[in-house]
T-cell receptor, first 114, second 109 residues
Framework: GAGVSQSPSNKVTEKGKDVELRCDPISGHTALYWYRQSLGQGLEFLIYFQGNSAPDKSGLPSDRFSAERTGGSVSTLTIQRTQQEDSAVYLC????????????FGPGTRLTVT | KNEVEQSPQNLTAQEGEFITINCSYSVGISALHWLQQHPGGGIVSLFMLSSGKKKHGRLIATINIQEKHSSLHITASHPRDSAVYICAVWSNTGNQFYFGTGTSLTVIP
């Protein structure tokens, strides 16, 4: 079956522009996660959606970052007024339910801010 | 202070060797995950543990909740096992996922 998909796979943007990253989770998965991996750095947790519950946004690095999940399926991560330090691979994962289930990762979106 | 510590950071082994990667954590958890990331590749979940031991092929993962420690073992290592192995824990005091910095494994033929 289809895995987690993300689009675009690569995005180059100019500093100050807004970007939208999309994640399509595995069908039937109620939990969705966003992570960031900067070059040469470890993984960083950004935000977690579980069903229709409001997400805890405290992991987002700044108020320029926002995320939403429409209809409990597709999610978009929006970065406003991008900065060079936002350059990273943004990864999405989904799981059947909450935190005690195996996560399936998407291929990531490589964002480069010039 | 890192909530999740992994050791070693780098590991080189000869093909066939038994490998152990360790993970210690400092927060209360509801689950611990072991992830694998190949160079330039995506991330694959190897195990999700909340207690005891799991085995999948040549890979074994154990967790000791009281000691807040987990190990990932690879038996009869192979060059295709070369990857970064990442330990991650889901905190049970909030919706937060903490990652270790990863162990880079190279298996030489």
């Amino acid at each position: 079956g289809a895995g987690v998909s993300q689009s675009p796979s690569n995005k180059v943007t100019e500093k100050g522009k807004d970007v939208e990253l999309r994640c399509d989770p595995i069908s039937g998965h109620t939990a969705l996660y966003w992570y960031r991996q900067s070059l040469g750095q470890g993984l960083e947790f950004l935000i977690y959606f579980q069903g229709n519950s409001a997400p805890d946004k405290s992991g987002l690095p700044s108020d320029r970052f926002s995320a939403e999940r429409t209809g409990g399926s597709v999610s978009t991560l929006t970065i406003q007024r991008t900065q060079q330090e936002d350059s990273a691979v943004y990864l999405c994962a989904s799981s059947l339910s909450g935190d005690s289930y195996e996560q399936y990762f998407g291929p990531g979106t490589r964002l480069t801010v010039t | 202070k890192n909530e999740v510590e992994q050791s070693p950071q780098n590991l080189t082994a000869q093909e066939g060797e038994f490998i152990t990667i360790n993970c210690s954590y400092s927060v209360g958890i509801s689950a611990l995950h072991w992830l694998q990331q190949h160079p330039g590749g995506g991330i694959v979940s190897l195990f999700m543990l909340s207690s005891g031991k799991k085995k999948h092929g040549r890979l074994i993962a154990t967790i000791n909740i009281q000691e807040k420690h987990s190990s990932l073992h690879i038996t009869a290592s192979h060059p295709r096992d070369s990857a970064v192995y990442i330990c991650a824990v889901w905190s049970n005091t909030g919706n937060q996922f903490y990652f270790g910095t990863g162990t880079s494994l190279t298996v030489i033929p």
